[in-house]
T-cell receptor
Framework: DAGITQSPRHKVTETGTPVTLRCHQT?????MYWYRQDPGHGLRLIHY???????DKGEVSDGYSVSRSKTEDFLLTLESATSSQTSVYFC????????????FGPGTRLTVL | DAKTTQPTSMDCAEGRAANLPCNHS???????VYWYRQIHSQGPQYIIH???NNETNEMASLIITEDRKSSTLILPHATLRDTAVYYC?????????????FGTGTRLQVFP
């Protein structure tokens, strides 16, 4: 499972507050991804990283920013949370770009009131 | 937009083969078909993938039609632990990495 942990696992916050979710991996995988999962939409890619300090946008990046200052950590920030960002957030990693498998973390359930 | 369509739900008797269909009629020549599953809202788990040829591993078989517009995931002897949501996914190459484009998945219920 690539030793992926996500923190926090559950969070309730209020509209307008900043929120940061953390993804930590222990396998030295180069590529890391943030997805959100909502009913009726499967998983959708928010942002991804292809190396330290190298990131790019996914399908649903509006309202989110990311940072990767070291290989093992990939942070997802909601600068000003909105109710539409209530979701389950999954982090994933991959060793190399063409590796067959992305490994997923356990998820973070975020509720924005 | 999702590049795959799947039935919303399916049932299967324990011990029987579960055949999960997927349509991907707009798939491009260099895009792989992947299958993942998600149990009890855990993180998705990789099952199998293929490009043109049929594939088999210890978990499942993947049958891809010759025109590549559809595929079928086969769990040869379903068990109760195979109850999960199964996602048919297209892997799309991009500038810096490949992206997985998830569909909405099929909820498979295996019953005794």
């Amino acid at each position: 499972d690539a030793g992926i942990t996500q923190s926090p696992r559950h969070k309730v916050t209020e509209t307008g507050t900043p929120v940061t979710l953390r993804c930590h991996q222990t396998e030295n995988h180069r590529y890391m991804y943030w997805y959100r999962q909502d009913p009726g939409h499967g998983l959708r890619l928010i942002h991804y990283s292809y190396g330290v300090k190298d990131t790019d946008k996914g399908e649903v990046s509006d309202g989110y920013s990311v940072s990767r200052s070291k290989t093992e950590d990939f942070l997802l920030t909601l600068e000003s949370a909105t109710s539409s960002q209530t979701s389950v957030y999954f982090c994933a990693t991959r060793l190399e770009p063409n590796d067959n498998e992305q490994f997923f973390g356990p998820g973070t359930r975020l509720t924005v009131l | 937009d999702a590049k795959t369509t799947q039935p919303t739900s399916m049932d299967c008797a324990e011990g029987r083969a579960a055949n999960l269909p997927c349509n991907h009629s707009t798939i491009s020549g260099n895009e792989y078909v992947y299958w993942y599953r998600q149990i009890h809202s855990q993180g998705p788990q990789y099952i199998i993938h293929g490009l043109k040829n049929n594939e088999t591993n210890e978990m499942a078989s993947l049958i891809i039609t010759e025109d590549r517009k559809s595929s079928t995931l086969i769990l040869p002897h379903a068990t109760l632990r195979d109850t999960a949501v199964y996602y048919c996914i297209v892997r799309v190459p991009t500038r810096n990495t490949d992206k997985l484009i998830f569909g909405t998945g099929t909820r498979l219920q295996v019953f005794p």
